[in-house]
């Protein structure tokens, strides 16, 4: 084996980059590379400082220089010194009277927007006003949380909890919030997202909705307008043939505080930079998000480009994201939900409120038992919602013919049905021989502090713990599920049908000269023959 | 990362979220002292922590004289005992490519090989040995790649002397904000592959003590790790994005950085499809 590095003590006259001993092979004759790598040496030592304007070279050649005048004792000690004052000895003013542009680093930009969030809200009046018409929002314990998880190893470090904490309070000031949690981040690319969970006060998303009907009543009118115009033209010119591809009914998305849109999600990249609401998710982002697997870049309006193409950009595949993990991933303990009304224990129920009368099982259950977690978050079914609707009950708006067609596809699609609110996790599926959730104390060696935290297997990056009354789920991670086989992308869809080939489309070759001629010889024969009818017709008459 | 400087490094790489608990991080800072002194080890650095699925692994590497040979790694479940693991061979490396999914979290555990891979099952029959894969030999082999792969420094904190050995540099003032966005400035921490390989142009600003590692720049695939500047670029902070989990901090203009790996110890090999 050869050795490290450029210099090999064992080879004569070692020097600097021999042929075949450097890491860089370069091939270069013996003496010339020698007496280059001494050129370079001193060129590399001749170069002028940028900020004194003195050199290497001269600067070894002044303090040898005065060392061999002054002789003094024990110079190998006081070498630093002896070159320090030779450098005092050389100082000359600046002589360039332009001062340098003072750079202001990034590093303190973000510094004032986090200092930003520590300003106190002024006007104590609106504060009042506020509390009495409403009751007042609450803001979630941000650092308490962030203590529990931190006993499992879990958590952002302290000063960025802190300005999650300060950042949330601003968006509950700024928006009109009834309840808000902190959901997790989620890694992206260049960016990360600081994800919050909020449910906004009724008056509030009824307006939004408004306004959205308005906004696709508009847009359907227009429709109507232009597709009257685009028959006129057609029924002019000659059609090509009709598609008979009727694409599948669009599956409505849940309405606003139900099933999959329960919550409104406010997104930002770090806290300081101002919230933004992620838009209500459709059954068909999720649909295709189950297909997909795709790095968040970290800016909400870059394109995800996949296949299948995915109806959105990111902030659509994010919100889709959130969706699932959310139904996948948020569990309480059993029995601190119960449903609203007890005769009603359907599987449509969509409410639950807390059971006044929970009694907290000890710590050591909750981690033992998997059946003291359950879900409280309705899980996704197959079609992309929460409640399952027939697409073909929607047409209201289709003509007759569109009707009676998706009726009939209709009947083939069956209802699904998902496991039903509040089911414990222990139903959950495992992936091969991997359970879908790990559940640990948070110490063994002090049991009577210790808390429950449950880990998911299935989506790598959610927690949840539990400790007497107080739970929480948290996520941090890429926002990926974890599957056991590699992604596998859908194929193409297998290329359509051809028209069925029948003789009135089958190329038939050219016909010849003589055959062409035969034809028109055969064509004025019966031409003439026709006249002379016509003509006996004419006599006839 | 290095024992030391544990407390505030693990602060900095805690943007992904993870990170460990109060109780194991006092039980390492007791017992990484200890183990420094029992095996006479230079440096000791703290590696990270593979989830298992009942357990998880904490590893530590230990460094010697020269701190590019080859590390030595202890693991411990509870950050209070501590095993020294073989050196991995190559054949570990290539009989635990087949192995997929998590790591059970018992090192005892064994695979069975004959079903992941019937040839390799016949080939130890052959030679006298069981159709199995222990868990710790998977253990092995996973560091070993990881740090093969994803285990990086800064340009300039490594200075190869010229009778070999490496040594941290200690002009080492840390890389400017500048150059700390850039993959050129991240080597990584093993034998170099790439060396050679270079244009005229590239090989002329290199400095044969410093720059003897391949960098970043040209990983396959493109695109594979991610820079982030953190805290308004008080810190960059690297994370690999084919190892997930492995995190690389540094705090430019000093001589903070280190890197850690926190994850499930498999590789995202759908990485093609994801960027």
């Given amino acids: 084996e050869r050795g490290h590095g450029p210099y090999q003590p064992h080879e004569p006259g070692y020097g600097l980059d021999q042929p075949g001993y450097s890491p860089y092979e370069d091939e270069i004759p013996d003496p010339q590379a020698q007496m280059l790598a001494i050129k370079n040496a001193k060129a590399y030592l001749l170069k002028t400082s940028t900020k004194s304007g003195l050199n290497l070279y001269d600067h070894f050649a002044n303090i040898l220089t005065k060392i061999l005048d002054e002789q003094p004792t024990n110079a190998v000690d006081i070498i630093e010194n002896i070159s320090k004052d030779v450098k005092w000895a050389q100082f000359r003013k600046k002589m360039d009277t332009l001062r340098d542009e003072h750079l202001i680093p990034p590093t303190f930009e973000a510094a ?29 314990n941000v650092m308490e949380t962030a203590f529990y998880f931190e006993q499992a190893g879990i958590g952002l470090n302290k000063d960025e909890s802190y300005y999650i904490f300060l950042a949330l309070k601003n968006l509950i000031n700024v928006q009109p919030i009834q309840t808000c949690r902190f959901w997790g981040k989620i890694l992206g690319l260049e960016m990360n997202y600081i994800i919050a969970e909020v449910q906004l006060r009724e008056g509030e998303e009824e307006e939004e909705i408004e306004e959205e009907g308005e906004e696709t009543i508009a847009e359907g009118e227009k429709e109507l307008g232009e597709g009257e115009e685009e028959e006129e033209q057609k029924e002019k010119e000659a059609e090509p043939p009709k598609s008979t591809y009727k694409p599948p009914p669009e599956i409505p998305k849940e309405a606003n505080g139900t099933g999959t849109n329960k919550y409104v999600y406010f997104v930002c990249n770090e806290p300081g930079k101002p919230w933004m609401k992620l838009p209500p998710v459709t059954p068909a982002q999720i649909v295709c998000a189950r297909k997909i697997k795709k790095f968040f870049t970290g800016r909400l309006d870059a394109p995800v480009v996949t296949f299948p193409p995915f109806p959105g950009n990111e902030a659509n595949y994010l919100r889709a994201q959130i969706a699932r993990i959310s139904a996948g991933t948020h569990v309480s303990p059993t029995g601190f939900y119960q449903f609203a009304e007890e005769e009603e224990e359907e599987e449509g129920a969509d409410t639950y409120e807390e059971n006044p009368e929970f009694e907290p099982p000890p710590v050591v259950e909750m981690v033992e038992s998997l059946t003291m977690w359950a879900h409280h978050v309705k899980g996704i079914l197959n079609q992309g919602r929460c409640a399952w609707i027939n697409p073909s009950q929607k047409s209201e708006e289709n003509e007759e013919e569109d009707e009676e067609e998706e009726e009939e596809e209709g009947e083939e699609q069956q209802e699904e049905r998902g496991p039903p609110l509040l089911t414990v996790i222990s139903e959950d599926e495992g992936m091969k021989d991997i359970p879908a959730w790990t559940a640990q104390a948070s110490t063994n060696l002090i049991p009577q502090y210790s808390i429950a935290i449950l880990q998911s297997n299935r989506w790598p990056g959610a927690y949840a713990f539990a400790s007497g009354r107080k739970f929480e789920n948290i996520y941090f991670g890429w926002g990926h599920k974890y599957s056991p086989e590699s992604h596998t992308p859908a194929l193409p869809p297998s290329a359509q049908a051809e028209f069925p080939s029948g003789p009135e489309i089958t190329e038939t070759v050219d016909p010849t000269v003589e055959e062409e001629m035969a034809f028109k010889v055969a064509q004025e024969e019966a031409l003439a023959e026709a006249e002379e009818e016509e003509d006996e017709e004419g006599e006839d008459d | 990362m290095e024992a030391l400087s544990l407390p505030a490094a693990l602060s900095l790489v805690a943007g992904g979220g993870a990170g ?55 693991y411990s479940l509870n950050c209070l005992d501590w095993s020294l693991l073989t050196p991995a061979t190559k054949e570990m490396l290539a009989l635990t490519e087949q192995v997929k999914g998590r790591f059970q979290g018992d090192p005892s555990f064994e695979y069975n090989l004959s079903e992941i891979n019937a040839e390799a099952a016949a080939r130890l029959i052959e030679s006298g040995k069981e159709p199995v894969i222990k868990e710790e030999t998977r253990l092995i082999a996973t560091i ?130 994801m960027l």
């Avoid at chain 2, 000791?44 to 080859?70: H, K, N, S």
């Avoid at chain 2, 840390?174 to 700390?180: C, I, N």
């Avoid at chain 2, 690389?248 to 990485?271: A, I, M, R, S």
């Fill in chain 2, 20 to 74: 460990l608990s109060p109780e194991r991080r006092a039980a390492l800072g007791a017992s990484l002292p200890l183990v420094q002194r029992d095996y006479r080890f230079e440096r000791v650095w703290f590696w990270g922590c593979i989830q298992g699925v009942r357990g998880a692994y904490y590893i530590a590497e230990g460094l010697g004289p020269d701190r590019a040979a080859p590390r030595s790694r202890l």
């Fill in chain 2, 144 to 273: 070993e790649q990881i740090d093969r792969t994803v285990g990086i420094v800064p340009r300039g904190a490594f200075v190869k002397t010229p009778l070999g050995p490496v040594h941290e540099n200690k002009q080492f003032e840390g890389l400017s904000l500048v150059e700390a966005k850039k993959l050129s400035s991240y080597f990584h921490f093993t034998e170099p592959v790439n060396l050679k390989n270079k244009t005229l142009l590239e090989k002329a600003d290199l400095d044969p003590s410093i720059d003897f590692l391949d960098s970043l720049e040209h990983d396959i695939p493109r695109g594979s790790w991610s820079i982030q500047l953190e805290k308004g670029g008080t810190v960059v902070v690297l994370r690999s994005l084919l190892w997930l989990g492995l995190t690389f901090y540094h705090v430019p203009t000093t001589k903070q950085f280190g890197y850690v790996y926190f994850g499930t110890g498999e590789k995202n090999l759908d990485l093609p499809f």
């Fill in chain 1, 112 to 140: 004032e927007k986090c200092k930003a969030l520590f300003v106190k809200e002024g006007g104590e009046e609106e504060h009042e006003e506020v509390e009495e018409e409403m009751g007042q929002p609450s803001l979630p």
